[in-house]
């Protein structure tokens, strides 16, 4: 998905086609050049223009705010939308997802990443014949293959044209753009014979780069071109003394970083090197946080932050939740070196640090309450900002006690979107720390957290290992909290030995301690788990009444995370008590719920639950291609909960009793179209069609032929689970457009939902 363009795209009729036809031969196309002068800009509109070309997909991972080269491949697998928690590296899951897609993947900003950016393209253009990747970076990566294209800068108008006709000025694209953002911020301004040379003068001093240009023509605002350019000779000249030896172009861009921060009032400024601080995104509270002291009190920052957006060295993120800001990486990278100059970047960082912390805590209560979807969607947009303030705590042993409580505040955003980098960040700081009383009281809160996204991942050795030296310290601490979470975490490491006695014993220990704390997620998890051990020792009745119980809690407190959860284990009670309606039901409700969180462990797992409730309506089909969705949602995932209890037994009796129902052939085929299934158009087909596979027939197949190329591209969008409003995105059309291509595909094929169009496509593509 590409965001969409917020500014008309001006000029570059010769790099667009240049870089198209490279694309077409060259499977790595490297895009170089200074900061600036429109790489992205120019990647990206290119690959809007050729997006036919790739129907397995397109890809922009943006890597600017990214500092740790080992958590590239998590990058691009988030950009891709595959969940993180997997104990296989993240490159083999790119492997396998990329393996027959003929897509687009754009990684831009590479030049601080440039060894671990050419390593990861290398390993992915050798694994996927059809893949290609275009790269924007200052420099090449250096692999085999590689096509480089140097980005030029605009054209600008030679000194001989300054008295030529606007419409001739216009024809240079650095005037063109200088035009239309001019207007675009002064309405007034028209190119004429007395604008013309100055501007035609300012586009030549500023050597045509595009930010360069943009910013310029901000201060339209408040100054003439004349006196623009009047400003920028002399700083020019300073910076290009003071900077021998650079590319012209670079030096020229940092002069006009430069002149623009010296334009500015003081405070605005200290804002200025304060806010690249935040990595990603931040908002007007983050920053009053952060930001605000004697030197830059509150009750000013809303006006400093509204000049620096007005300045464009802000920007507001349309895109994000609520009101985001974000920060060009150019500027970014000035406005830090002015803070180091400062002296305050430690003082900074460290609150940064801090409220990130505050940030975790609040989660934490909040996750008890009915703000987990908030909570959820929050911390996943501060996911940058997290990083960089786990990786400041790395910096030194005391601050990676803090970054411990920290770390351990997030439980729930680890769980839910990305336990591999959770526990990568917690076995780190767990090495960084110290010796002593006070490192003990963080390792304690590590450990256990470690062991438990250790068996979310299916690590079951390191689960045991970190949950029984949690449980040791915690006593030797009196550490009540930490006592609760190991023992929950043996208790979890225990059902997978299938030591079902003992699992009771220590959930149900566990259960007391968080019953005695007054810790409220902790209890509904235990609980949970605690119901699934006593169905698996045949106290089913007992296990159903603990889950309604808890489930009546979270109902009333909005927990519906944890309510997914519990209603998940009582399904799989109704499933063993024979009642299979009731266990649909309950299992499609949570699938709603999980709309909310994104959860790929609960959607491969009520997938799995109803294939076995499949299994006992002896529906082969289903159970087939629900066995097969359930183990793309967990594979892309890299997880499987089959270890857990009993599950992995039903599993293998559902799918034998498939395979010999359909035979292998037709079995195999079913369970490739559940595979193919993404994992919203598993949970739509699911929730609208029931459990058998959509029908079609001759007539759906003859219709086919009906359907225009149009048609037959957004049928396969269909099929990936994309709404109306996010086809309209991908094809750059209008969403009434997408609508209409819509209905008229399930005109033509006789279809009532997606679900059919979604299942008649992957039967297509499996024939």
């Not at 901000?218 to 900077?243: C, N, P, W, Y």
């Not at 940092?254 to 690249?276: N, Q």
């Not at 190991?486 to 006695?501: E, M």
């Not at 498939?658 to 179209?673: I, P």
Request: hydrophobic content about 40%; overall charge negative; glycine content about 8%.
């Amino acid at each position: 998905m590409l965001p969409a363009e917020l500014t008309p795209f001006i000029g570059r009729r010769e790099e667009v086609a240049d870089v198209r036809r490279l694309l077409e031969s060259s499977r790595l196309l490297t895009l170089t050049g200074p900061g600036g002068i429109g790489k992205t800009r120019l990647a990206t509109h290119t690959a809007r223009a050729k997006h036919r070309a790739f129907p397995g997909g397109l890809w922009l991972v943006d890597l600017s705010t990214l500092t740790d080269p080992s958590l590239l491949p998590q990058t691009v697998s988030a950009a891709m939308g595959l969940p993180d928690v997997s104990t296989t590296s993240r490159t083999e899951a790119l492997i396998d997802h990329l393996a027959d897609r003929n897509g687009l993947l754009i990684l831009d900003n590479c030049e601080h990443l440039v060894d671990s950016s050419a390593l990861l393209a290398r390993t992915l253009l050798q694994a996927s014949e059809n893949l290609r990747i275009l790269a924007t970076s200052r420099q090449a990566l250096g692999v085999e293959g590689e096509q480089i294209f140097q980005v030029p800068s605009l054209t600008v108008p030679p000194e001989s044209t300054d008295a030529e006709p606007p419409e001739i000025l216009l024809r240079y694209e650095s005037v063109n753009l200088f035009v239309s953002r001019a207007q675009a911020v002064f309405p007034g301004f028209r190119l004429d014979a007395g604008t013309g040379p100055p501007v035609a003068r300012l586009c030549r001093d500023l050597e045509g780069i595009p930010l360069a240009i943009e910013l310029a023509a901000v201060r339209m605002r408040s100054l003439s071109v004349e006196q623009i350019v009047a400003r920028l000779g002399d700083r020019f000249k300073l910076l290009t003394i003071g900077h021998r030896g650079r590319e012209t172009r670079q030096t020229s861009l940092t002069a006009m970083v430069e002149w623009s921060h010296d334009l500015l009032d003081p405070p605005d400024r200290t804002l200025w090197a304060r806010l690249t601080v935040f990595a990603g995104g931040f908002d007007l509270a983050a920053t009053e946080a952060v930001c605000c002291d004697d030197d830059l009190p509150a009750e000013s920052l809303l006006d400093r932050l509204d000049s620096l957006v007005e300045k464009s060295i802000v920007i507001r993120d349309d895109d994000g939740p609520g009101d985001r800001y974000r920060m060009l990486d150019t500027l970014r990278q000035f406005g830090r070196a002015r803070l180091e100059e400062s002296g305050e970047l430690e003082t900074i960082r460290a609150r940064h640090r801090d409220w990130c912390g505050a940030l975790a805590a609040r989660a934490a209560i909040g996750w008890a309450q009915s703000e987990q979807r908030h909570w959820s969607r929050r911390l996943q947009s501060e996911r940058h900002n997290i990083r960089a303030a786990i990786e400041y705590c790395l910096t030194t042993p005391d601050k990676a006690i803090t970054g411990l409580y920290l770390a351990t505040d997030l439980w729930p955003f680890w769980l839910v979107h990305a336990v591999s980098e959770g526990r990568r960040h917690v076995e780190r700081l767990l090495t960084a720390l110290p010796e002593g009383a006070e490192a003990d009281a963080a390792r304690v809160r590590g450990l256990w957290l470690a062991g438990w996204l250790a068996f979310y991942q299916g690590d079951i050795r390191a689960a045991r290992r970190h949950g029984q030296e949690s449980r040791a310290l915690a006593e030797r601490l009196g550490d009540d909290r930490s006592r609760a979470y190991a023992t929950y975490v043996q208790g979890l490491t225990a059902t997978c030995d299938h030591d079902f006695p003992k699992a009771k014993a220590l959930l149900s220990a566990a259960r007391d301690h968080y019953d005695a704390l007054g810790d409220l997620p902790g209890r509904w998890l235990v609980t949970s788990d605690l119901a699934g051990v006593l169905g698996v020792l045949g106290e089913i009745d007992a296990g159903v009444a603990l889950c309604v119980s808890a489930i009546e809690e979270c109902v009333r407190r909005g927990a519906r995370w944890n309510l997914s959860y519990l209603m998940w284990i009582l399904a799989d009670l109704r499933r063993m008590q024979g009642d299979l309606d009731e266990a649909t039901r309950l299992l499609k409700e949570i699938l709603e719920i999980n709309r909310e969180f994104d959860d790929p462990t609960v959607v491969g797992a009520c997938l799995e639950s109803l294939s076995w409730i499949a299994r006992g309506r002896k529906d082969a089909d289903s159970v087939a291609w629900l066995l097969g969705s359930a183990h793309a949602t967990w594979g892309k995932a890299g997880i499987s909960l089959l270890q857990y209890a009993a599950w992995g037994e039903a599993h293998e009796d559902a799918r034998e009793y498939a395979r010999a129902s359909l035979g292998e052939t037709a079995f195999e085929e079913t369970y490739q179209r559940g595979a193919r299934m993404t994992p919203d158009a598993a949970i739509d087909h699911v929730l609208k069609k029931g459990m058998r596979a959509a029908p079609y027939d001759s007539h759906h197949a003859a219709n086919a032929e009906e359907l225009t190329p149009r048609e037959l591209e957004i049928a396969e969008l269909i099929s990936e689970g994309l709404t109306n409003k996010k086809i309209a995105q991908r094809l750059v059309i209008a969403q009434r457009t997408a609508e209409g291509h819509v209905e008229r595909i399930l005109r033509k094929l006789g279809c009532t939902s997606r679900a059919q169009v979604a299942a008649w496509w992957m039967s297509r593509t499996a024939s």
